[in-house]
């Protein structure tokens, strides 16, 4: 009993002690590697995202059929927005909204008459630089409507008759 008393403190100081230093790496072996620092397996490269455009359109077209119904008539007015913004023509560009407008800061623009007016505080270039830039295969798609850039101009029908047969395309934000 008294040896294995005796070997008790022994025993613990053991338990206790740290590990042995490695020894020195060999002079050409190569340094020693964390996790974090692992080399990362070779991958072959993935199919690109995104679709071809004509594919992208579609699948806009797709999305527009099914949450708001005729992309045809939305993409006419896309198209037909974003050339009289980028062309600067003021005059086709009115031809595009539905008034009361809303614009940035929560106001309501009423009338052509009072859009050309502040057209430069409406049509900014953060506006044309989004109208410019935005792809209709691109286009965010909610119930909401169809989304330019990233909420700088957003389309949307109206019902023209009680059954909702005929509807109206108009651009209905810009900020």
């Not at 613990?12 to 397996?41: G, K, V």
């Not at 614009?103 to 270039?125: M, S």
């Amino acid at each position: 009993m008294r040896k294995i008393a005796f070997l008790i403190p022994a025993l613990l100081l053991a338990a206790c002690s740290q590990p042995p230093a490695p020894a020195e790496p060999a002079a050409d072996a190569p340094p020693p590697m964390d996790a974090a620092a692992a080399p990362t397996p070779a991958v072959e490269p993935a199919a690109p995202a995104v679709a071809p455009a004509e594919t992208s359109a579609d699948d806009a077209r797709a999305r527009i059929d099914s949450v708001l119904g005729d992309a045809a008539q939305y993409e006419k007015v896309f198209n037909a927005f974003k050339t009289a913004v980028v062309g600067g023509d003021r005059a086709a560009v009115v031809e595009e909204v539905r008034f009361p407008l809303n614009v940035a800061g929560g106001r309501k623009i009423t009338g052509p008459g009072e859009f050309q007016r502040n057209y430069e505080t409406i049509i900014t270039p953060a506006v044309v630089k989004a109208v410019s830039e935005q792809d209709f295969g691109k286009v965010f798609v909610n119930q909401q409507g169809v989304m330019i850039g990233d909420g700088q101009v957003w389309l949307n029908g109206t019902c023209l008759d009680a059954a909702c047969t005929r509807s109206e395309v108009k651009v209905i934000t810009i900020q």
